[in-house]
């Protein structure tokens, strides 16, 4: 069973580094939209488990909304620890797949997931790079197939990559626009509401 899951930070604390481009209601606003992007894109995909790591309340109830589960992952400042504590959930829950999906996927589409998903058929790891060599997404074949090694300061997307080879597995990094392009500083905010139509109505300070 493939299980994907998208961590959330709490809507007081997500996206902090937009702050200076918009103010905060349609920051919160921004999280919950391109949640419920990606939680459309695992379903358009086919992905019947499907849940939001949170401990938000309000996102939970999104998640539950948009017909997937929720649950608190342990914790929320080290995103290593987190996505360790939802591996161990998923396999508890019997998946023998992951697939850990960021949540800041505005061009996201189902096929976007489907591209992972026949990259999984082949690949016990599957990669998929952000626009900064960064990860946005892992689907691991088990859910702890490899250390997880997120960080903003590092292309971790690569060190994804060598800890793979490290342990005798061959990794596949999928490079799509859909998966690549994530939302993180208050530039990333122009180009989405002049690029994006679903965006276009996104509130920029002045």
């Not at 580094?17 to 905060?24: E, G, I, Q, S």
């Not at 971790?156 to 939302?183: K, M, N, Q």
Request: charged share 20%; net charge neutral.
């Amino acid at each position: 069973m493939l299980m994907a899951v998208i961590p959330a930070k709490s809507l007081d604390r997500a996206k902090q580094r937009l702050a200076p481009a918009v103010p905060d209601a349609a920051r919160r606003d921004l999280v919950r939209r391109m949640l419920v992007q990606g939680l459309q894109a695992l379903a358009g995909a086919g992905i019947a488990a499907r849940a939001v790591a949170t401990r938000d309340p309000a996102l939970a109830d999104l998640a539950r909304a948009q017909g997937a589960a929720a649950f608190d992952p342990g914790m929320e400042g080290d995103l290593n620890a987190a996505a360790a504590g939802i591996a161990a959930h998923a396999r508890r829950q019997g998946a023998t797949s992951l697939l850990l999906l960021a949540g800041d996927l505005p061009w996201l589409g189902a096929d976007d997931v489907v591209a992972l998903i026949d990259a999984a058929a082949h690949a016990p790891v599957v990669i998929a790079e952000a626009k900064d060599g960064g990860t946005n997404a892992l689907l691991l074949t088990p859910p702890d197939a490899i250390p997880f090694a997120f960080a903003t300061a590092a292309p971790s997307a690569a060190r994804h990559a060598e800890l793979a080879r490290s342990l005798g597995l061959t990794p596949t990094i999928v490079r799509r626009i859909g998966l690549a392009r994530d939302i993180d500083l208050p530039a990333d905010l122009a180009a989405l509401r002049a690029e994006h139509a679903a965006y276009r109505d996104l509130a920029l300070v002045a």
